[in-house]
Every structure is written in C-alpha cells, then in structure tokens.
C-alpha cells in the first residue's frame, strides 16, 4: 500500500508512464512520482487535464482519487471495486446480516466514537471528558437512547468557544468537512477493499446514500479530525488555503491504537474493515476492531 498522499492544486496535465505519475504544470518542471508510493490523490483544480488511462491505472495500484468542488471540498471519489476475491460470498454475508448483530455493532462504534471525544477533550484539557466517558459505558444496543446525540451536544460545547456545527460561515466547519470526507473517501475504498457492499450499513439506510456502511465506520475517526481541526490556526481566516488542507491531510498518515498496537488511520481503514467482514461471518461483535485515539498530542 502507498503512503503518499498528493495534492494537485494548479493547472496540469496528468498522465502515466513506467508506472508512475507524470505530472505537467502549466507553469513549471515535470514531476514523476511512482504510483506504488501514492496512497490518495486529491484533484483540487478544475484545470487539470487526464485521461482513462491514468484513471485505470489508479485504480490497478489501490490509489484513491478524490475531486472537488468550487468550494475546494471532496465532492467525489474514485476507487477500485471487485478487487477481493470471494467479494460475491462476503456481500451475501453482509445483505443477511440479522438486525441483532447491526445493533450490536452500532453499539460498539458508538461507545468508540464517544470515548475518542472524550480522549480528545482530555488531551485539550477541556471540562467534560467524565461526562462523556460515563455515557460511553452506557450505550445501549442500537443506540436506543441517542447517546451520541446526546454526546455530541456536550463536546462541541466543550471542545470549541461560540461554535454551532451547522453554521457555513465558520471556516472551523469547512475545515471538519474537508476532514471527513477525506477519511470517508478511505473508507470506502477499504470497506470495498474486504469484499463488502459500502450502500449497506449497519445504521445508516438512506436509499440515495451509496455509501452508508462507509458512514457508519468513519464515526469512531471524526474525533481525529476534530482535534486536528482545534489544533489549527484559523484566526481570521475565511477558506481553506492549501496549507490548512496540507495539514488536514496529514490525518490519515498519524497514528492510533488498534488491537494495542500503533498503526496510522489510513491502514486503520483496512483492519476495521477486515474486523467487520470477521464480525459478520462469524455472527458475533467481537471481532470488530476499532481504532482509539492516542491519549498524547498527535500532530506536533
């Protein structure tokens, strides 16, 4: 797997020779990057030139291609699919999947999810972390109560000063969804990866969402994002520069805790979605592995 995470931001032309990435600006020197070293690739400018080629070869080497919109934002991704070996077998698995075992493991990425923003609470010295580690130990089947509803209200109390998550105005908003939809993007490509169907998730059922197991898995992560965000510098800042998005790909190259061992987030992609292939064939949550946030600062 690569470990490169390229961002394309000024005009070009992009193409493929001896298996690598040749990149052509309209205002300077080629640069060739082998594709085995690419982990994401993010088109961020309407002005960059490919073809299918390039596009098939992408996909050949397991690279995640995200384009954006005129905001700046990923408004789309490209990965490979049919690429695991008993991928028919896998999904029937999934598609009969009892509701039992679906509540069971929304469940455990609730609490996961939870006890993350309480991690990244302590590590910011915020009021709180308490709280939220009780309402972790008390999350139902199938999140029955809402806890993470109701968690979520304390955390962004705590988190951010005068913040509301739905304000487009505050670029700390537009800097938390960038973030997701790069870990999201990963996440569907891994889940793709071990053989499963992303439009069918274990909580999420929008029938116009192709990616809903995909949102399902990414909630334990979005505190990794949210610390990042917090560790930011965006006073008085309006939009995203390419700095701010540098640093906020960065995320997926940082480690966590997984199965007590330290890996980084794209590669924690990949075993949470192995652990959910596990977890379904064998009918039983444990198996499930979720990453946790490291109790240290992790972007120095």
Same mark, same amino acid.
């Given at each position: 797997? @690569?470990?490169?995470?390229?961002? *394309? ?22 640069? +060739?990057? !082998? ?10 400018? #309407? ?28 408004? @789309? ?22 509701? !039992? ?9 609730? #609490? ?15 009021? =709180? ?41 505050? *670029?700390?908003?537009?800097?938390? =969804?960038?973030?997701?939809? *790069?870990?999201? @993007? ?6 793709? @990866? ?14 116009? =969402? ?24 965006? &006073?008085?800042?309006? &939009? ?6 540098? $640093?906020?790909? +960065? ?32 009918? $039983? ?16």
């Amino acid at each position: 797997m @690569g470990w490169r995470i390229v961002q *394309i931001t000024k005009p070009c032309r992009l193409s493929v020779k001896d298996r690598q990435l040749l990149y052509a600006p309209s205002d300077g020197d080629e640069l +060739k990057i !082998p594709l085995e070293d690419i982990s994401v690739l993010v088109l961020e400018n #309407k002005q960059i030139a490919l073809n299918c080629y390039l596009l098939s070869e992408l996909s050949e080497f397991d690279i995640v291609v995200f384009v954006c919109d005129n905001t700046h934002l990923p408004s @789309g991704a490209l990965f490979p699919f049919l690429n695991h070996s008993r991928y028919a077998e896998i999904s029937w698995l999934q598609i009969e999947m009892s509701e !039992p075992l679906k509540k069971r493991l929304w469940q455990e990425i609730v #609490k996961s999810k939870i006890t993350n923003q309480a991690e990244c609470l302590e590590i910011f010295n915020s009021k =709180n972390v308490h709280k939220l580690r009780e309402i972790a130990k008390v999350v139902q089947s199938g999140d029955a109560k809402n806890a993470e509803a109701f968690a979520a209200g304390i955390y962004w109390k705590s988190l951010f000063e005068k913040f509301n998550r739905h304000d487009d105005n505050d *670029i700390r908003n537009s800097a938390l =969804n960038y973030g997701y939809a *790069i870990i999201r @993007g990963c996440m569907a490509r891994a889940i793709v @990866g071990a053989g499963l169907l992303p439009c069918f998730g274990v909580h999420h059922a929008n029938k116009l =969402n192709q990616f809903n197991l995909a949102d399902d898995m990414i909630e334990p992560l979005r505190p990794f994002v949210d610390y990042q965000v917090n560790t930011l510098n965006l &006073e008085g800042v309006t &939009e995203l520069n390419t700095s701010i998005k540098n $640093d906020l790909l +960065k995320i997926l190259t940082q480690n966590c805790i997984m199965a007590n061992e330290e890996i980084n987030l794209l590669k924690s992609c990949e075993l949470m979605a192995v652990s959910l292939v596990k977890s379904i064939k064998n009918k $039983d949550v444990k198996f499930l592995e979720l990453p946790k946030l490291k109790k240290i600062p992790l972007f120095e």
